[in-house]
């Protein structure tokens, strides 16, 4: 059984910084790409970043500067360190693993998800 199980999440200020952590079980974790989602309030879920299995790693452009994903395959681990945070960057983020080593921002690339953890940036 995959499962996902991230952490890492809070309030925090705007300009703070914040680092999720997901660490998957149940599968390969080295051979596929990993990536992060975020659903903000009122809205559909959304690509945040991906890290592939070759080290390849994209960003939607909202976080690209302040965003970095990076992976520990000794751990099983993902992670999403946030910097310079928003206040529009509230939301609950999600990891997700994908069917194969690449995967960039479509939702059904990825076939297991985290619960989510939430993120809050106060103004």
């Known amino acids: 059984q995959v499962q996902l199980v991230e952490s890492g999440g809070g309030l925090v200020q705007a300009g703070g910084s914040l680092r999720l952590s997901c660490v998957v079980s149940?599968?390969?974790?080295?051979?596929?790409?990993m990536g992060w989602f975020r659903r903000q309030p009122g809205k559909e879920r959304e690509f945040v970043a991906t890290h592939w299995s070759g080290g390849t790693t994209y960003y939607a452009d909202s976080v690209k500067g302040r965003f970095t994903i990076s992976r520990d395959n000794a751990n099983n681990t993902v992670h999403l360190q946030m910097n310079s945070l928003k206040p529009e960057d509230t939301a609950v983020y999600y990891c997700?693993?994908?069917?194969?080593?690449?995967?960039?921002?479509?939702?059904?690339?990825?076939?297991?998800w985290g619960q989510g953890t939430q993120v809050t940036v106060s103004s």
């Open positions: 149940g599968r390969a974790f080295s051979w596929y790409a």
């Open positions: 997700a693993t994908a069917q194969y080593g690449r995967a960039i921002s479509n939702r059904r690339d990825y076939n297991y």
